[in-house]
């Protein structure tokens, strides 16, 4: 009790002490590291969250000039930037789902709770137009598995504006929170939501295969910090050890990929297990300059002639 009278006494007293951007900035800074909250949803450090937090508020980008930081706030301002700090930290959910806005590969897009936060480093393949492993001029197709707010699709059809984007997800919901954001984002013409169980209702062949699927195990759910347990589970659990939507995608991708097509699938730290079980599988581990790791391709080429291992797996 005594603990949380001091933290809302912090707070009134941000609110009537405080007056710049730069002081509110590390107010949450102080703030966030004094609660040990939890980051990972695109930002990995309290001074980008609570930079974040203050420049949604004020309506202001992140690339705002330094003179900028000394301005002095409105009364109503400093009110609503506190009170988003305290939401972060006593709810302990992501900024995102506090502000329905997050940032993926230079795009804006709404999320909730009804799907997990974009924070994926295939957009930096994205930026790259998967360059060298495919030739701009040879995606006509994409395919992107467990879209959820369609962030991967949507920034893929930006990058191929002559593409035509698939788009699945198991989830109604994950699915309506991807049609808010193809209209928004105007790639009604480019982009198709399809509801799907994996590849189960996919029909023809794309040049390039991409997903994101779930990949965490049952026993890391549970270890979780409350930040990732507030994301829907359908999202991120995959079977005993988070496998089991990459084996489905292995087993059955190459039917559905042109013959020069790749497939490149997330597993993030499912890497060693995935490796584990698929020991002569020629993976081509892909490197960010922006961080991010546990990201694979594989080429039509090598998936059939692995087809009989993938098809026992």
């Not at 506090?98 to 994205?126: C, M, N, Q």
């Not at 994101?212 to 995959?238: C, H, Q, T, W």
């Amino acid at each position: 009790m005594q603990s949380y009278t001091k933290t809302m006494q912090n707070y009134k007293d941000a609110v009537t002490e405080l007056s710049t951007i730069r002081d509110f900035i590390r107010f949450g800074v102080s703030e966030m590291n004094r609660a040990d909250i939890y980051f990972g949803h695109g930002t990995d450090n309290a001074l980008d969250e609570a930079s974040a937090a203050v420049l949604y508020i004020l309506r202001l980008s992140h690339d705002i000039p330094g003179h900028f930081m000394d301005s002095v706030l409105l009364q109503r301002e400093r009110e609503a930037i506190v009170e988003l700090f305290r939401r972060r930290i006593s709810e302990r959910l992501p900024l995102a789902y506090l502000t329905h806005e997050a940032w993926f590969a230079g795009l804006k897009f709404y999320v909730d709770e009804r799907v997990l936060v974009p924070r994926s480093p295939i957009a930096e393949l994205i930026h790259q137009q998967f360059s060298p492993w495919l030739e701009y001029e040879q995606v006509g197709r994409v395919l992107d598995l467990c879209t959820g707010s369609g962030c991967i699709a949507i920034a893929c059809a930006y990058q191929f504006p002559d593409a035509v984007v698939d788009a699945v997800d198991i989830s109604e919901d994950a699915l309506a929170v991807a049609q808010r954001n193809v209209s928004e984002l105007g790639v009604e013409e480019q982009v198709n939501l399809i509801r799907s169980d994996l590849l189960s209702q996919v029909s023809g062949k794309y040049d390039l295969i991409v997903s994101n699927p779930p990949y965490v195990d049952r026993g890391e759910i549970k270890a979780m910090p409350e930040e990732f347990r507030a994301e829907p589970i359908l999202g991120l659990e995959s079977g005993d050890d988070g496998l089991d939507a990459t084996r489905s995608i292995l087993a059955n991708a190459s039917k559905y990929l042109n013959d020069k097509g790749v497939l490149i699938v997330e597993v993030g730290a499912s890497d060693e297990a995935l490796v584990a079980s698929y020991p002569d599988l020629p993976f081509t581990w892909l490197e960010f300059e922006n961080g991010g790791s546990g990201v694979f391709l594989l080429t039509k080429e090598q998936l059939d002639e692995y087809a009989d291992m993938l098809n026992k797996a």
